[in-house]
């Protein structure tokens, strides 16, 4: 199994809304990683957990909350989001942080829409 | 901050060959080039990288300069499967690494 798992697909939200994305993987991998992508540009690094511990946060605002339970699953957790914030989440995972030569595999991404 | 170019969109006709540059002029020695392809409605996928010399897959191939200031990806024949948004992504901080995005450029696949 090489895939990463994201549900859901789509999500509507008003800005005081709390809803959650999801990522999920079983390819034993200890990486896991959030990246945000507008339309028309390339992924933008949010948070990257390493063994289920926050090893970098891209200065990411506090309305967006990462969360990696165990070494499988990943979410990330949303409140009080902005219009600005519509746009496509991807998870990714690799077998450890990415070193020089480390492949990263994504999930199909979660298309957000902040109303 | 290293940066790397690419230019928007090429434009190929199928079974052709396509070239892909890349300029990442300030990259350091010891970091890998990676390539990556994003299909519609995808995340990113795994193509293919390398370090100093050029590197084949099922793929693809990369030619890497002899000063690693740039490279280029190679699709020997293009299929319309082939039509995505490709990356040439550079290797940034020192611990724990992380692979940034280039621009990308955007692959069209004629028939």
């Known amino acids: 199994d090489t895939e990463v798992t994201q549900t859901p697909k789509h999500l509507v939200m008003g800005m005081t809304n709390k809803k959650s994305l999801k990522c999920e993987q079983h390819m034993g991998h200890r990486a896991m990683y959030w990246y945000k992508q507008k ?23 506090s309305r967006f909350s990462p969360e990696c339970p165990n070494s499988s699953l990943l979410n990330l957790h949303l409140h009080a989001l ?33 109303l | 901050d290293a940066k790397t170019t690419q230019p928007n969109s090429m434009e190929s006709n199928e079974e052709e060959p396509v070239h892909l540059p890349c300029n990442h002029s300030t990259i350091s020695g010891t970091d890998y080039i ?10 990113p996928e795994y193509v293919i990288h390398g370090l100093t010399s050029n590197v084949n897959n099922r793929m693809a191939s990369l030619a890497i300069a002899e000063d690693r200031k740039s490279s280029t990806l190679i699709l020997h024949r293009a299929t319309l499967r082939d039509a995505a948004v490709y990356y040439c992504i550079r290797r940034v ?13 955007r692959l069209l696949v004629s028939p």
């Open chain 1, 39 to 61: 339309a028309k540009k390339p992924p933008e690094l949010m948070f990257v957990y390493s063994y289920e511990k926050l090893s970098i946060n891209e200065s990411v605002p």
């Open chain 2, 34 to 43: 990676h390539w990556y392809r994003q299909l519609p409605s995808q995340g």
């Open chain 1, 82 to 114: 902005q219009p600005e914030d519509s746009a496509l989440y991807l998870c990714a995972s690799s077998q450890a942080m990415i070193a020089t030569n480390e492949k990263l595999f994504f999930g199909s991404g979660t298309q957000l829409s902040v």
């Open chain 2, 93 to 105: 901080g020192t611990g724990f690494q992380k692979l940034v995005f280039g621009t990308g450029t």
